[in-house]
């Protein structure tokens, strides 16, 4: 007996450290992407090559009332909220996959059973009573449970870069709808100062007309001018309360509380000299759609090595242990742990699905092909993700120049209106002219605030395209804490709701991205 149990404890021990040795399944390498080592974009005294570092980009506005904006959109968005939500959902499903490495199956039961048995049994009616405990456990002898920590450890870090992707995103969005609330509520002045401007001249074109000195026509031409810049008033203002309701939303909070928020004195705000978007490599680091993108791969890569070692037999250790006792004759169930009452039994378990490789195999190439996908559109995320930085930096360059060319037409326009309007008082230029620079200067003042608007869109453009503003995160927790005192009180998530070590991973700097379970 004791050589016998000896032996099976041998190979026991054997069977571990046999299904230590290795896993199935290829090593995950990494695309190299065809990107340049410099931007096509040209040169300008606007934009410099030097790693970036503004990880609170927003900042450098020098708009306090923005900086607010970015904290309450933070703390309160509801899509950053679900995707925090994930990132606790990926913790459990890594909690899940770890335990597969333990015994799978451990049971503790019990079984109470009256019968009534036929003559000429002596004990017709008797109870019989049992206790034990079951246990299964599937060695891990191709790697396939410790494959599957991979994948789910792989897709926790890509939630989380998921989770840094949409941040990446609201606070884009939060201060680009910031900044268009600014350039309505600048035009509108506009086109109320110019409404005044022309209300004038059609009162000045009256009085011409009433003295005779003039035809009815200018009086009608200059109220056509005045009525259409009036039109235009609506119409920015409609646009400004579309502004505030969408940023209401991004942020969570009513549009009123937000309107007495934005009463604060305000103007577009002002870009810098110039800003440092670094190289195309880095991008491989500090964008979080990249990251996300390669660890969706990684988890993928994982999945081809399970689905390997279901075309090998799979060993499992089954035991059993418990007592057994019955009151039938002169025993009595209250001797349920009676030695004579135990009993046990374990031993090796081998399975082997033999007849069905057509149906694995084709599994095996499923998970490759959606491996292959997988690294394809990493390459993609890539390629896109470098020319929407220089989609966005071009733009940002040439706003520059064109907002120049638009003030120095503003200031002729101005120069010009006065002049016009002397002259048609002296009876030297007909109203014609006078109409035409009204006109000109109305259009160009709108398009010049338009222009500078477009500035500051595009220097948020150029930072959503690098991917900064994620490194905010890092002494920051995923979930606000009524939600997650909510969780908590709903359900037992011991510590997977506490900051975790990958929070703060990577947060101060781009060069030490958050990171997977080892290969």
Known sequence: MIFSISRLFGAIFLILAVSSCGMLGPKFKKPCPNISCVWDIGDSEKLNQDPGRDCQWWKILDDPLLNDLVAIGYNQNLTLQTAGIRVMEARAILGIAVGELYPQEQLLGADFTTFRASPPTPDRYFNELSVGFDAVWELDLWGKYRRGVQAAGSNLVASIASYDDVMVAIIAEVSRTYVLIRSFEERILLATKNASIQARVVE????????????????????????????????????????????????????????????????????????????????????????QAEYQALAQCALIGIAESELYPSFSLIGSIGWTGTDAGTATIGNLFNSNNYRYDFGPSIRWNLFNYGRLKNQVRVEDARYEELLTDYQNTVINAVGEVQDAAIAYVKSHEETESLRKSVEAAERSLEISIEQYIEGLATYQRVLDTTRTLTNQQDQYVQAATDIITNLIAVYKALGGGWETRCTREFIPRPVKYRMKCRTDWGHLLDCHDEVKAGCHSITSPIRAPDW
């Open 204 to 291: 000045l074109t009256r009085i011409l007309f009433e003295g005779g000195t003039e035809s009815e026509l200018d009086t009608l031409q200059a109220a056509s001018v005045l009525h259409n810049t009036e039109a235009l008033i609506p119409r920015l203002e409609t646009s400004l309360n579309q502004a505030i309701n969408a940023l209401s939303v991004l942020l969570n909070i009513p549009s009123l509380t937000l309107r007495e928020i934005l009463d604060r004195p305000g103007t577009i705000p002002t870009a810098p000299p110039e800003i440092a978007i670094g190289l195309p490599a880095e991008l491989l680091r500090r964008r979080p759609d990249i990251r």
